[in-house]
C-alpha cells in the first residue's frame, strides 16, 4: 500500500540527491566547474565578502643604510549580494495521488514523469541564470497588437513550456493579460522571432515591454552579464571606480575568429590580470566559425570529453565548449576557479519540507505540490581576471 509517507520519503531519499546532481552538472560545463561553498553568508539574506585586489607595496630596494620599504597594507573592497530562490515546483492531482496509492507501477510511473519534467525545466533555469544580469529579462518585446503571437527581438532565453510574465521592462509591472502565461511555441528561424502563447487571450506589446520567467523579475541570480558589463555597479560597487572589477573585452566588429585574437586574449588577463584562464565557452555559432577557421587552415581538430559528458574542443591548450546561453558573437574566456556559488547553510537543491512534510495539499484545489528549492548567489571573486571576445562575425542567427 502506497501511502502520503511513502510518496514523502520516495522524494527525499530516492529521487532527491540524483536530481541534485543532475541539475548542478546537467545545466551547463561552467555550472558543473564552480565550486559550491556556504562561505561569506551573512544572515542569510546576503553574501558579504571581502575581496583583496592589488599588492601591498611593501617592497623596494636599497642600501644596507637605508630604511626598510614601507608596507602599504593590503587593498580590499566589500562585495554584497542577495540571496537569490530559485523554485521549482511538481504537481500531482488528486486522482493521480489515489490511483498510485494501490498500484506501485503507477507511483512509480507519476514520480518519474514529473521528475523529468522538473529536471528539464530547473535545468534550463539554473544555466540561463547563470549567464544573464540578474534583472530576469529573456528579451524584449516586439511591436504586438492584441494577439498571442508576440514578436520578440530574441528567442535564445526562451523555450517550449515556460511559464512568463510580460512586463514594463523599467519596473517590472506585468501588462494586460501578460502575466503567467504559456509559451507553446517558439519561431526560431527568420528574422522574425516570435513565440505563440496559450490560449485565445491576446496581449498588446511595445520596445517597452521585456519578457521574464514568471515572477523573476530583478529575482534572479548575478550571472555573467552583470560581471561582463564595462560599466554600472556589481556586488554594491561602481565599476567607474574599481576598474579592476571590469573584465577584458576584445572587440572584433564583425570580423572573424581566428587563434591569434584567442592567444593573445588569453595571455593579456594572464600577464597583467593574474588569471589562469582554463574555460572557453562560445555561443554555438562562434563555436561552428571557429569549426570553419580549422578547416581553411588545415588544421586537425582535437576533442575531448569533459565532466558531465561535455564534448570540447583543445585551443590553446584549454577547452573550449558551446552553450546557448553564450550571447550572440561571443566567446567567454574564464578562470572558473574565481567563481563561486554560494549557497545558504552549505545547502543545495532540496524538497521545501518545514513541517517534516513535503507534498501539500492546494487548498481549493483536489491537487498536491511538492517545492524543490535552492537557496544561492553566484559571485565571481576576480572580475577583472576575465575575458570575453565579442562582435565575432557569424553567418548563422540561429542562437539568437
Known amino acids: 500500500m502506497v501511502t502520503m509517507q511513502t510518496f514523502d520519503t520516495a522524494l527525499k531519499d530516492i529521487y532527491e540527491e540524483p536530481m541534485r546532481d543532475q541539475i548542478n552538472i546537467g545545466s551547463g560545463i561552467f555550472l558543473a566547474k564552480v565550486e559550491q561553498t556556504s562561505k561569506d553568508i551573512e544572515g542569510g539574506r546576503r553574501v558579504y565578502k571581502i575581496a583583496p585586489y592589488g599588492v601591498n607595496g611593501g617592497t623596494g630596494s636599497g642600501s644596507d643604510t637605508q630604511a626598510l620599504p614601507v608596507s602599504g597594507g593590503n587593498l580590499y573592497a566589500p562585495f554584497v549580494s542577495g540571496i537569490k530562490s530559485i523554485r521549482g515546483v511538481i504537481k500531482f492531482t488528486d486522482q493521480v495521488m489515489k490511483a498510485s496509492r494501490s498500484n506501485k507501477a503507477a507511483f512509480l510511473s507519476a514520480m518519474e514523469s514529473e521528475q523529468d519534467g522538473l529536471l528539464k525545466s530547473a535545468k534550463f533555469t539554473y544555466g540561463r541564470q547563470s549567464y544573464l544580469d540578474g534583472t530576469g529579462i529573456c528579451t524584449k518585446c516586439g511591436v504586438t497588437n492584441d494577439s498571442v503571437v508576440v514578436n520578440v527581438e530574441s528567442t535564445q532565453y526562451l523555450i517550449e513550456g515556460m511559464i512568463i510574465d510580460i512586463v514594463d521592462a523599467q519596473s517590472g509591472t506585468p501588462i494586460t493579460n501578460g502575466k503567467q502565461r504559456r509559451i507553446v511555441a517558439v519561431n526560431r528561424i527568420g528574422n522574425q522571432k516570435s513565440i505563440v502563447l496559450d490560449g485565445s487571450t491576446g496581449v498588446t506589446t511595445s520596445s517597452d515591454h521585456a519578457i521574464v520567467e514568471q515572477g523573476s523579475f530583478n529575482q534572479e541570480l548575478t550571472g555573467m552579464e552583470a560581471v561582463f558589463a564595462q560599466s554600472g555597479s556589481l556586488y554594491g560597487l561602481n565599476k567607474s571606480q574599481y576598474p579592476w572589477l571590469v573584465p577584458y573585452r576584445h572587440d572584433l566588429q564583425n570580423s572573424a575568429i581566428d587563434d591569434q585574437t584567442i592567444v593573445d586574449t588569453i595571455n593579456f588577463v594572464e600577464e597583467y590580470r593574474g588569471s589562469n584562464i582554463n574555460l572557453l565557452i562560445a555561443n554555438p555559432a562562434v563555436e561552428s566559425e571557429y569549426y570553419k577557421y580549422l578547416e581553411a587552415t588545415k588544421r586537425s581538430v582535437n576533442t575531448t570529453t569533459l565532466e558531465g559528458g561535455y564534448k570540447s574542443l583543445s585551443v590553446a591548450g584549454r577547452p573550449m565548449v558551446k552553450d546557448r546561453f553564450v550571447k550572440p558573437g561571443c566567446?567567454?574566456?574564464?578562470?572558473?576557479?574565481?567563481?563561486?556559488?554560494?549557497?545558504?547553510?552549505?545547502?543545495?537543491?532540496?524538497?521545501?519540507?518545514?513541517?517534516?512534510?513535503?507534498?501539500?495539499?492546494?487548498?481549493?484545489?483536489?491537487?498536491?505540490?511538492?517545492?524543490?528549492?535552492?537557496?544561492?548567489?553566484?559571485?565571481?571573486?576576480?572580475?577583472?581576471?576575465?575575458?570575453?571576445?565579442?562582435?565575432?562575425?557569424?553567418?548563422?542567427?540561429?542562437?539568437?
Open 331 to 400: 566567446l567567454k574566456l574564464l578562470d572558473t576557479t574565481q567563481w563561486k556559488m554560494h549557497t545558504l547553510d552549505g545547502g543545495d537543491w532540496s524538497w521545501l519540507d518545514e513541517d517534516g512534510k513535503i507534498l501539500k495539499w492546494v487548498s481549493g484545489f483536489a491537487m498536491w505540490t511538492a517545492v524543490l528549492i535552492k537557496y544561492c548567489e553566484l559571485i565571481c571573486d576576480h572580475p577583472g581576471g576575465q575575458a570575453e571576445i565579442v562582435n565575432i562575425a557569424t553567418a548563422s542567427n540561429l542562437f539568437s
